[in-house]
């Protein structure tokens, strides 16, 4: 046992609320990493584990990159924090800039959070703001999606569609409903890449507007990808149907690309991948490569120009956070960028996607398997549930991946994967190679 497990005590781990946990069982049973490198963790028990998830969905050029680290200690060293209400620093401006260069094209603006939960808080506040801002104070209804995941926040939540993220909490705000989840299984199992069939449940949210009518719905909210519920693929032409429906009715679109940001799916943005241009973009995780929290809030020109009305000395946007633009934050994702554009790891994911396909889909067949889904970088593995024991089968594969030496996600009965972008074809050979002896190996 290392130094580090060896000086820790109960009350150690006890002292951690950890989030989205089984606190009781982990404590019983920790596990924990101590350094990364690269595609791996080393654990403390001295174990090296493959990163099949970039670190939380954010770790996309890998860990621990020297540039990335250096810019965060020189910036340190020469400005710890300067607050960017009524001041500012040159790195928050150099940041933004650098970011809406490689932002679709429209999307001149960008406001600054601290996290993914942050920026849609603050995209749904902006959307708000403009209709109001443009004379539409009525429109307030916000429209999400069952089974979408848009941070924990309240207003995150509100729109989320999990029902477990959302149960303890009442009513979280009123004036929000959802459209209908994209997953059909029936029609769509084992689909690669986008599914054929369900352009058409983009309606729903005409149905929505028929009982709310336009005029109170201010923004429609989706992950282009739905991923943390389980990795649910658009349907072929589901997104371009639900931007036109949007746009007919001035209602704002705003894509939820936390996770699907810089080059998860082999473009800088699934906007581009998909080929549709909402009004509005919320990304974090990969801003950053997870070396810093940050979150960011893209916005269409004619939404920051409705806010740029009135005197010029007074604020426009009354919101906003002590942490927005910090610039250790702002220097990581300089050096991110520069990263990512460097070595095309912003486009890496169309390269290797076919070859990633056909490898998640090898697992075909395996025990209690009941779908495969897959796009860019990202797959999943669905199965079978265990009567009255939901979650329990992709968590017993979970703990026996790690006890392997990779890591992957349990996400309800769902395995996720995604890893950093820097991954090669012999680590997906070994990354999918071991998870099929996993399931092979688990009895239940």
């Known amino acids: ?51 099949g998830t970039s670190g939380l969905w954010c770790v996309n050029a890998g860990h621990c990159r020297p540039e990335i680290v250096e810019a965060i ?131 729903d949210l005409e149905r929505l507007i028929t009982l709310h009518d336009a005029s109170t719905i201010a923004a429609v909210i989706v992950e282009p990808v739905a991923c943390s519920a389980g990795v649910y693929v658009p349907p072929q032409g589901y997104l371009q149907r639900l931007a036109a429906i949007c746009a007919k009715h001035d209602i704002l679109l705003i894509f939820d690309e936390v996770i699907t940001a810089f080059g998860r799916l082999g473009a800088p943005f699934a906007a581009d991948y998909f080929g549709v241009t909402p009004d509005i973009i919320t990304s974090a995780k990969g801003l950053t490569n997870g070396a810093v929290p940050m979150g960011a809030v893209f916005v269409r020109g004619e939404i920051y120009d409705a806010f740029m009305q009135g005197p010029e000395s007074a604020i426009e946007l009354f919101h906003g956070y002590t942490y927005s633009g910090h610039p250790l934050a702002c220097a990581a994702t300089v050096a991110t960028m520069d990263v990512l554009q460097a070595e095309g790891l912003l486009t890496r994911a169309s390269e290797l996607g076919s070859y990633w396909e056909e490898r998640v889909h090898s697992l075909v067949g395996l025990p209690h398997v009941l779908d495969i889904r897959n796009i860019g970088l990202i797959g999943a593995i669905e199965f079978e549930p265990i009567a009255d024991a939901p979650g329990r089968r992709a968590h017993a594969r979970f703990l026996e991946a790690f006890r392997r030496g990779i890591l992957v996600r349990a996400t309800g009965d769902v395995i996720a994967l995604a890893p950093p972008l820097i991954i090669s074809k012999d680590e997906i050979d070994h990354l999918i190679g071991t998870l099929a002896e996993v399931l092979q190996s688990v009895d239940d």
Request: net charge positive; with cysteine.
């Open 1 to 51: 046992m290392s130094n580090a497990m060896s000086s820790m005590q109960t009350n150690d781990l006890d002292a951690f609320w950890m989030p989205f946990t089984a606190n009781r069982s982990f404590k019983q049973a920790p596990r924990l990493f101590v350094e990364a490198s690269g595609m791996y963790y080393t654990t403390a028990d001295g174990r090296r584990v493959m990163d």
């Open 73 to 203: 200690r020189k910036q340190a060293g020469e400005l710890d924090f300067a607050g960017t209400f009524q001041m500012g620093h040159p790195k928050a401006f150099e940041c933004a800039s650098r970011l809406v260069n490689i932002a679709p094209p429209g999307f001149g603006h960008v406001f600054f959070g601290n996290s993914g939960s942050e920026a849609v808080d603050s995209a749904l506040k902006i959307a708000l703001g403009y209709h109001r801002a443009r004379g539409n104070g009525a429109k307030t209804r916000l429209i999400g999606r069952e089974r979408g995941y848009h941070g924990s926040n309240v207003g995150g939540t509100s729109v989320g569609g999990i029902g477990a993220n959302r149960k303890m909490f009442g009513p979280l705000l009123a004036g929000v409903d959802h459209l209908r989840h994209t997953h059909d299984h029936d029609r769509n199992a084992f689909s690669r890449g986008q599914p054929v069939h369900g352009a058409d449940l983009a309606d």
